[in-house]
């Protein structure tokens, strides 16, 4: 829980010092990673995967999605966590909106934003709240590294396409993490508490 709320905070301290910066995009390595990937956009199969990525990740496939991954998760472990899972991807999802809306941040295309920001990526953030249920539910360590590689393709693909400035990515995972460790913290506890006035 206080690993999850750690990296809520830090991800508005980022955006913090994000909002203050000068000029789009303000940070060399975006520049520089921004270089290097949007190019590979000319390449069939990575832009078809990006573009796949991408409508994974938005609405209203993203509920779709969610609510099948919940149903998955009420199925095999149980309501309690199938809820947690929902109110997660809620939380972060409307937290995401609510750091687009303060910070403020061009992004490479403007238009993907309407209004909002690309600070930080809501995609990414998306998969890392996916990513993080999945690596605590299914305690195996093949289901954490096929996280931690969806997390880092759907980063990368929020770049290729250019809807996000890398560090927006970066953002992103660490606001999908630190929302759903703080939602499982909470969780936790409480089956903690349940467990021990039952046994008292």
């Given amino acids: 829980m206080i690993t999850g709320a750690t990296l809520l905070a830090g991800c508005w301290l980022a955006g913090a010092a994000v909002a203050r910066l000068g000029g789009v995009p303000g940070i060399p390595l975006d520049a520089a990673v921004r270089s290097v990937l949007e190019p590979l956009r000319a390449v069939g199969p990575i832009e078809v995967v990006s573009q796949v990525l991408a409508v994974i990740g938005q609405q209203p496939v993203s509920i779709v999605v969610a609510v099948a991954l919940g149903v998955a998760i009420v199925a095999r472990c149980g309501l309690p966590p199938g ?72 980063a990368l693909s929020r770049v290729v396409i250019g809807a996000h400035w890398f560090t927006d990515t970066i953002v992103g995972a660490a606001e999908g993490t630190g929302m759903a460790l703080l939602v499982l913290g909470i969780w936790s506890a409480a089956r903690r508490r349940r467990s021990g006035a039952a046994h008292a």
């Fill in 83 to 154: 809820l947690a899972f929902g109110l997660a991807s809620v939380a972060s999802a409307a937290h995401v909106i609510a750091m687009k809306a303060v910070v403020q941040r061009p992004g490479p295309a403007v238009a993907f934003f309407e209004g909002l920001g690309s600070f930080p990526s809501g995609h990414t953030a998306n998969a890392a709240v996916i990513a993080t249920f999945g690596g605590f539910l299914v305690r195996r360590r093949w289901m954490r590294v096929a996280g931690a590689v969806y997390v880092v393709l759907v």
